[in-house]
């Protein structure tokens, strides 16, 4: 038989893998057709928001307010007043939005809007959150909201089948939406690290997370809806009514659940905090904005997640890694998951010989959520501290954190995606510093140029670097050590502080694998 063997043996595979493709895609992958829809005008008077819009910029000395948010119970509260402020529209877009206590009082919050006669848009990426399918339509099922799902699986309901498309369609599934977008109103918007669920709000039984929001206000709020838009409207996003069975009994069952939350324990210290304040103009004030001409809201094409780009447009990291490498003084960075590769050590320690002080504050490896990633960032450490960088890790548990949880767990894992630069340039986005961020997932974020805003992003760096907070790297006869303070005293440790055995096993594990450009 010879050279016929072969393909005795490739040919029932081959016929095999093609129908399970067939089974899989009855449509071959066609998109669903849906009508195109953009964002609403705004007008002077017609929205509460519209109101406080128009009297914040009409006095204002620039074209856009910004002002950040470090505090997790104030990043809820934003969100639930804003949306209890809005008349007009909400525009959300989110990585992960779980079916926790603070997803769904959140969530709570949008239906009542859109009770009101609020046009609600909801864009998710279908891997990264945790509801439901059953939760999806329940949402969708409602007049005033339409649900889309970013690059989402055909088969839904049949894990077989969802398991089986995941596999064939591995290199596309393994592209994610990671943007993070609240618009309401068109009048202020919400861009930042955080998602929708515990962990970003103080509630994680867990971890919590310390992360960075911008509420913006003026007209960078314009860019923001432009980019929802784009990614509303590309062919990534399928609205959930092709994907799933009609099933109206969904919303009133959903209404039930939600309507036990607010009597609970656990909700009270949340609610709470929105009770103290009658408008959203109450916990974000008008002396807090600060207000800045140059201002930029960038964002990948969503075609990234197709793996093309649109009309030669940069992804989002061929723009800001200029704007990092013309550092003249300072260059300080936050990055839960950092690897850099051998092209950022290389970049980053021709910074330090120019005299640049460069610094990086990371998860340590007892504090990050995604241990496989710190195997990823570990093997550069050697080089970088080698190149003159200065390298923090975060504590998991640490002095000084105060009420950091109010209850859920007391760890803290860091969150936040930003670097400021020579005092007077800022980014604060969804984009992590490593290969999944910029070859991989969809990100935004904001690019500003404002001495004030930048020196409040560093008072929190220096905070967050400190001996009570974290760890500072050294390297000494070729290891990397680790420095902390006990009594008052300077401690030198050895060997990954604090983190378990599994922990360390895993890390050392991924490591020998060449999974670096999926981390």
Same mark, same amino acid.
């Given at each position: 038989?010879?050279?016929?063997?072969?393909?005795?043996?490739?040919?029932?595979?081959?016929?095999?893998?093609?129908?399970?493709?067939a089974w899989v895609y009855p449509k071959?992958?066609?998109?669903?057709?849906?009508?195109?829809?953009?964002?609403?005008?705004?007008?002077?008077?017609?929205?509460?928001?519209?109101?406080?819009?128009?009297r914040l910029c009409q006095g204002a000395?620039?074209?856009?307010?910004?002002?950040? !948010?470090?505090?997790?119970?104030? +990043?809820?509260a934003a969100r639930m007043l804003a949306?209890?402020?809005?008349?007009?529209?909400?525009?959300?877009?989110?990585?992960?939005?779980?079916? $926790?206590?603070?997803?769904? !009082?959140?969530?709570?919050?949008?239906?009542?809007?859109? $009770?009101?006669?609020?046009?609600?848009?909801?864009?998710?990426?279908?891997?990264?959150?945790?509801?439901?399918?059953?939760?999806?339509?329940?949402?969708?099922?409602?007049?005033?909201?339409?649900?889309?799902?970013?690059?989402?699986?055909?088969?839904?309901?049949?894990?077989?089948?969802? +398991?089986?498309?995941?596999?064939?369609?591995?290199?596309?599934?393994?592209?994610?939406?990671?943007?993070? +977008?609240?618009?309401?109103?068109?009048?202020?918007?919400?861009?930042?690290?955080?998602?929708?669920?515990?962990?970003?709000?103080?509630?994680?039984?867990?971890?919590?997370?310390?992360?960075?929001?911008?509420?913006?206000?003026?007209?960078?709020?314009?860019?923001?809806?432009?980019?929802?838009?784009?990614?509303?409207?590309?062919?990534?996003?399928?609205?959930?009514?092709?994907? !799933?069975?009609?099933?109206?009994?969904?919303?009133?069952?959903?209404?039930?659940?939600?309507?036990?939350?607010?009597?609970?324990?656990?909700?009270?210290?949340?609610? $709470?905090?929105?009770?103290?304040?009658?408008?959203?103009?109450?916990?974000?004030?008008?002396?807090?904005?600060?207000?800045? $001409?140059?201002?930029?809201?960038?964002?990948?094409?969503?075609?990234?997640?197709?793996?093309?780009?649109?009309?030669?447009?940069?992804?989002?990291?061929?723009?800001?890694?200029?704007?990092?490498?013309?550092?003249?003084?300072?260059?300080?960075?936050?990055?839960?998951?950092?690897?850099?590769?051998?092209?950022?050590?290389?970049?980053?320690?021709?910074?330090?010989?120019?005299?640049?002080?460069?610094?990086?504050?990371?998860?340590?490896?007892?504090?990050?959520?995604?241990?496989?990633?710190?195997?990823?960032?570990?093997?550069?450490?050697?080089?970088?501290?080698?190149?003159?960088?200065?390298?923090?890790?975060?504590?998991?548990?640490?002095?000084?954190?105060?009420?950091?949880?109010?209850?859920?767990?007391?760890?803290?894992?860091?969150?936040?995606? +930003?670097?400021?630069?020579?005092?007077?340039?800022?980014?604060?986005?969804? !984009?992590?510093?490593?290969?999944?961020?910029?070859?991989?997932?969809?990100?935004?974020?904001?690019?500003?140029?404002?001495?004030?805003?930048?020196?409040?992003?560093?008072?929190?760096?220096?905070?967050?670097?400190?001996?009570?907070?974290?760890?500072?790297?050294?390297?000494?006869?070729?290891?990397?050590?680790?420095?902390?303070?006990?009594?008052?005293?300077?401690?030198?440790?050895?060997?990954?502080?604090?983190?378990?055995?599994?922990?360390?096993?895993?890390?050392?594990?991924?490591?020998?694998?060449?999974?670096?450009?999926?981390?």
């Amino acid at each position: 038989m010879g050279w016929f063997a072969p393909i005795i043996i490739v040919l029932p595979v081959v016929v095999v893998l093609s129908v399970v493709v067939a089974w899989v895609y009855p449509k071959a992958l066609k998109s669903p057709s849906k009508p195109p829809s953009r964002v609403l005008e705004t007008t002077p008077s017609d929205t509460e928001l519209d109101r406080y819009g128009n009297r914040l910029c009409q006095g204002a000395k620039a074209a856009s307010g910004l002002l950040l !948010l470090t505090s997790n119970l104030d +990043a809820f509260a934003a969100r639930m007043l804003a949306a209890r402020s809005a008349g007009r529209s909400l525009d959300l877009m989110y990585y992960m939005w779980n079916a $926790d206590l603070t997803g769904m !009082l959140i969530m709570r919050e949008v239906i009542a809007a859109a $009770d009101r006669g609020v046009r609600v848009r909801i864009l998710l990426d279908d891997l990264g959150v945790s509801m439901s399918d059953k939760i999806f339509h329940a949402i969708d099922c409602h007049p005033q909201i339409e649900l889309r799902l970013f690059n989402p699986t055909k088969a839904r309901e049949n894990v077989l089948r969802r +398991a089986i498309e995941m596999a064939v369609r591995f290199r596309s599934v393994n592209r994610r939406m990671h943007n993070k +977008a609240w618009i309401a109103d068109g009048r202020i918007s919400i861009v930042g690290g955080r998602n929708i669920g515990d962990e970003y709000f103080d509630a994680g039984e867990r971890a919590n997370f310390r992360d960075f929001d911008l509420v913006i206000v003026g007209d960078a709020v314009a860019k923001t809806e432009k980019i929802f838009d784009d990614y509303w409207n590309s062919a990534v996003a399928v609205p959930v009514r092709s994907l !799933l069975a009609h099933r109206p009994e969904g919303l009133a069952r959903l209404r039930r659940i939600l309507g036990k939350l607010p009597g609970g324990e656990r909700a009270k210290p949340y609610l $709470d905090r929105v009770r103290e304040f009658t408008s959203l103009e109450e916990i974000v004030r008008e002396d807090d904005y600060i207000w800045v $001409d140059k201002v930029e809201v960038l964002a990948d094409p969503p075609e990234k997640a197709a793996g093309k780009r649109r009309n030669g447009q940069n992804m989002l990291m061929e723009t800001l890694l200029p704007v990092m490498t013309e550092s003249t003084t300072a260059l300080r960075i936050t990055s839960p998951y950092f690897i850099p590769g051998g092209r950022g050590v290389a970049a980053l320690t021709k910074l330090t010989r120019s005299g640049v002080k460069v610094a990086v504050l990371t998860n340590s490896l007892a504090a990050t959520d995604v241990a496989a990633v710190h195997a990823g960032y570990a093997r550069y450490r050697p080089a970088l501290l080698q190149g003159g960088v200065e390298l923090y890790e975060l504590k998991s548990h640490a002095a000084g954190q105060g009420s950091f949880s109010l209850r859920g767990s007391g760890q803290a894992s860091l969150h936040t995606k +930003a670097f400021s630069r020579d005092g007077q340039y800022g980014f604060i986005g969804s !984009l992590n510093l490593d290969p999944r961020s910029v070859s991989l997932n969809t990100e935004m974020g904001v690019l500003f140029n404002s001495t004030d805003l930048v020196n409040r992003m560093d008072a929190v760096f220096a905070e967050e670097t400190a001996a009570e907070l974290s760890y500072a790297l050294r390297l000494e006869d070729g290891s990397v050590s680790w420095l902390t303070v006990v009594n008052a005293q300077k401690v030198v440790i050895k060997r990954e502080p604090d983190a378990s055995f599994t922990r360390k096993a895993v890390s050392w594990l991924i490591a020998w694998l060449p999974l670096e450009s999926q981390l």
